[in-house]
């Protein structure tokens, strides 16, 4: 304490005095330049919004001792710092740019950038979605025709009463106009089967009736 005051004594201060005195050795005022050194290499984070950019740069400004001229070293610093290329050009663009505005721009249109990047993912996620479930036509076509053949040839009792069994037309010898295996009530189902096969563009009438 004695070296503190020198060359006073410290019985010759009062209370208040000494505390300062304490203080000031304890927390030694920052360097001016270096804490406006640290100002500038100030930027905006990869992973930082605009409005947690500028509380950082106004949390560094306040041991810069800028004065009257914060306002503009906090609006200079923040056009400095901007990561996105897009916001800095609206910017430079800006005849009489004060830091308010500055500001408001700034944040506005980042929340505009990430509105439109999540509407562009959205936009391809249905893109891979429908690509996944676009349904194969000529795969279709075959299943359909498969099932209605193993119904057919199953003679399942239960669903016989509804769509009687069916002979494909392809095990038709091509010299036999009417299959003969067929019972005469099957004949309309027979029908009902060459015209879905001739709607999945499967069979031809004209490849099996000559």
Not at 13 to 18: D, G, I
Not at 142 to 149: A, E, L, S, W
Request: proline content about 5%; glycine content about 2%; aromatic content about 6%.
């Amino acid at each position: 304490m004695v070296n503190l005051c020198d060359p006073d004594k410290p019985e010759e201060k009062t209370f208040a005095e000494l505390v300062k005195i304490v203080k000031k050795h304890l927390e030694p005022a920052p360097s001016e330049i270096a804490e406006r050194y640290k100002f500038r290499l100030r930027k905006q984070e990869l992973n930082e919004s605009v409005s947690e950019y500028v509380t950082a740069l106004k949390s560094l400004a306040k041991k810069c001792n800028f004065k009257s001229t914060l306002e503009e070293n906090l609006r200079d610093q923040l056009v400095y710092g901007l990561k996105s290329d897009v916001i800095k050009q609206r910017l430079f663009a800006e005849t009489d740019l004060t830091y308010a505005k500055a500001v408001e721009l700034s944040t506005n249109m980042e929340r505009a950038e990430k509105e439109v990047n999540l509407i562009d993912k959205a936009q391809v996620v249905c893109k891979i979605q429908r690509g996944v479930q676009k349904p194969n036509a000529s795969n279709s076509r075959r299943c359909t025709i498969d099932v209605i053949t193993k119904m057919a040839e199953s003679g399942n009792t239960t669903r016989r009463q509804q769509c009687p069994p069916v002979v494909p037309l392809w095990k038709r010898p091509a010299n036999v106009a009417v299959n003969p295996t067929i019972p005469a009530n099957n004949v309309f189902s027979e029908m009902q089967f060459v015209w879905l096969a001739r709607r999945r563009g499967i069979l031809s009438l004209h490849a099996h009736f000559k």
